[in-house]
Nanobody
């Protein structure tokens, strides 16, 4: 049974770096051919795809986020991490991690609300 669980601080101050971790159980993040993704949903808005890290460790980002996003992984802990720099109140959102296979996001974490506020 595959499960993903996001964790993070919940509250980040403007201009700081948001850091979230997704802990995966039931499958290795190095298993062929999964991509491990981050998605967010701001209040009252739709889902936004941030980026992913592949089973080989290659990270790719949506162009909107690319300049201030980093996705990395710790294979020993079977987890992957999102860092978003220079956050602003507009970055307030529910952040989800998910497993992607081909073009389908087939397994999601429950999401974690991260608020950017002073």
């Amino acid at each position: 049974h595959v499960q993903l669980q996001e964790s993070g601080p919940g509250l980040v101050k403007p201009s700081q770096t948001l850091s979230l971790t997704c802990t995966v159980s039931g499958v290795s993040i190095t298993a062929n051919y999964y991509y491990w993704s981050w998605i967010r949903q701001p209040p009252g808005k739709g889902l936004e795809y941030i980026g992913h890290i592949t089973y080989t460790g290659t990270a790719m980002y949506d162009p909107f986020f690319a300049s201030r996003t980093s996705i990395s992984r710790d294979t020993a802990k079977n987890e992957f991490t999102l860092q978003l720099t220079a956050v602003a109140p507009e970055d307030t959102a529910v952040y989800y991690c998910a497993r992607r296979q081909n073009w389908s996001l087939d397994t999601w974490g429950q999401g974690t609300l991260t608020t950017v506020s002073s």
